[in-house]
């Protein structure tokens, strides 16, 4: 039970604010993301019921960042879909593991069974949240979520079977957690203390990777697969709206499509 609730904005400290809009957004880009890619592997799966899954999972993620733009918009007074058609690439704040097409199956389970998981535990810290308007919103995603759970985990075992996929399945599970924990951000961070204060956040972000981890590790474990996951030596440079350390962001060919530039004489007013 929440001690004090906060119906808006007001009330809350400015660090707090700002804090819950970063990770707001962080989370609605890293959806989008998710569903872009979920989307783009539709076809092309290794199996039929894995494609069918696609379209679930897209249309799911999706409609999530309907949810989070749509909270973002009236508290914080900004129009996300203006800011996906006009934002720089390296303003964006997903995970950057989505930066670049996924370019084979082992890619696609590591952004399924990783960064999605990392998202969905995010969710989790929300869902007792002092902000009304995101509790609000948060037991619909994550009842959507558990099937994200299972198909991610569900092709890790599977995959982590074949020899001819362990190896890279190994690297890109790596490589899609040192991308969370960048994203997560440092353990100093005065937004997330903020939000964890105010029990807006019911953990800490650095709490929410270590467990991550310990559930990853497990997986793998069980999976036969090593996994040595680490936390960035140094944060230098981290932004904590782009949850970034570098000042690139998703690809050209990823953000024109997002934009649906392609179709720009047939968009609705």
Same mark, same amino acid.
Do not use: C
């Given at each position: 039970m929440v001690q004090t609730e906060f119906e808006s904005l007001e009330g809350m400290s400015e660090a707090c604010a700002r804090g819950l809009g970063n990770l707001l957004w962080a989370l609605a880009d890293t959806k989008l993301l998710l569903g872009y890619h979920y989307g783009e592997w539709t076809f092309g799966t290794p199996a039929l019921e894995a494609a069918v899954a696609n379209c679930s999972l897209s249309q799911t993620e999706l409609g999530h960042v309907r949810l989070l733009h749509a909270v973002l918009k009236?508290?914080?007074?900004?129009?996300?879909?203006?800011?996906?058609?006009?934002?720089?690439?390296?303003e964006f704040a997903n995970v950057t593991f989505l930066d670049q097409l996924v370019e084979?199956?082992?890619?696609?389970?590591?952004?399924? #069974?990783?960064?999605?998981? #990392? #998202?969905?535990?995010?969710?989790?810290?929300?869902?007792g949240?002092?902000?009304?308007?995101? =509790?609000?919103?948060?037991?619909?995603?994550?009842?959507e979520e558990r099937h994200h759970l299972?198909?991610?985990?569900?092709?890790?075992?599977?995959?982590?079977?074949?020899?001819?996929?362990?190896?890279?399945?190994?690297?890109? $599970?790596?490589?899609a957690l040192r991308a969370v924990a960048v994203w997560l951000g440092p353990a100093d961070d005065a937004g997330d203390r903020a939000l964890v204060a105010a029990r807006v956040k019911a953990a800490s972000n650095a709490?929410?990777?270590?467990?991550? $981890?310990?559930?990853? $590790?497990?997986?793998? =474990?069980?999976?036969?697969?090593?996994?040595?996951?680490?936390?960035?030596?140094?944060?230098?440079?981290?932004?904590? =709206?782009?949850?970034?350390?570098?000042?690139?962001?998703?690809?050209?060919?990823?953000?024109?499509h997002l934009r649906g530039s392609a179709n720009e004489l047939f968009k609705l007013s």
């Open positions: 009236k508290h914080w007074g900004e129009d996300p879909e203006l800011l996906i058609e006009r934002r720089p690439a390296a084979d199956w082992a890619a696609y389970v590591a952004a399924n #069974a990783v960064v999605d998981l #990392a #998202a969905t535990r995010v969710l989790h810290t929300l869902q949240s002092a902000f009304k308007p995101i =509790r609000m919103s948060v037991d619909k995603m994550l009842d299972h198909h991610g985990r569900g092709w890790f075992r599977s995959l982590a079977a074949r020899s001819d996929g362990a190896k890279r399945l190994a690297e890109a $599970t790596r490589d709490d929410l990777f270590a467990a991550l $981890t310990q559930d990853l $590790t497990a997986l793998a =474990r069980e999976a036969g697969l090593p996994l040595e996951p680490a936390r960035p030596s140094s944060f230098g440079g981290w932004d904590a =709206r782009t949850r970034r350390m570098d000042a690139r962001g998703p690809a050209d060919e990823i953000v024109f």
